[in-house]
């Protein structure tokens, strides 16, 4: 099981910029590809971002190409999510957890049907 702990949100407005971090334990991090997922009240967690597990294949959901990036350092056990030119609509609960993918994009991206754990999330508000 993975041990998730988001940091980095907080309250900001529209056109500011927020770094998020998540930091992962419990298993080889290296080995997994990761991905950000963004959750409003009543609705179910999307996944906004993703990344391989060496970088080299990247996804992002439509609204946020051009504005958001995923990276990771796998010495650290971290993914990060630079989130730039902050919208309004960019406001939820983001989390991190495993996701499936492959560097090579052999594997298209998906989400696991049933998660074993998530992290506390960290909150993301954009004033418009």
């Known amino acids: 099981q993975v041990h998730l702990v988001e940091t980095g949100g907080g309250l900001v407005q529209a056109g500011e910029s927020l770094r998020l971090s998540c930091t992962a334990s419990g298993r080889t991090f290296s080995s997994l590809n990761m991905g950000w997922f963004r959750q409003t009240p009543g609705k179910e967690r999307d996944l906004v971002a993703a990344?391989?597990?060496?970088?080299?294949?990247?996804y992002y959901t439509d609204s946020v190409k051009g504005r958001f990036t995923i990276s990771r350092d796998n010495d650290k056990n971290t993914v990060y999510l630079q989130m730039n030119n902050l919208e309004s609509e960019d406001t939820g609960a983001y989390f991190c957890n495993v996701v499936l993918g492959s560097d090579d994009g052999s594997t298209g991206w998906d989400t696991f049907r049933e998660y074993d754990s998530w992290g506390q999330g960290t909150q993301v508000t954009v004033s418009s």
């Open positions: 990344i391989s597990t060496r970088g080299s294949n990247l």
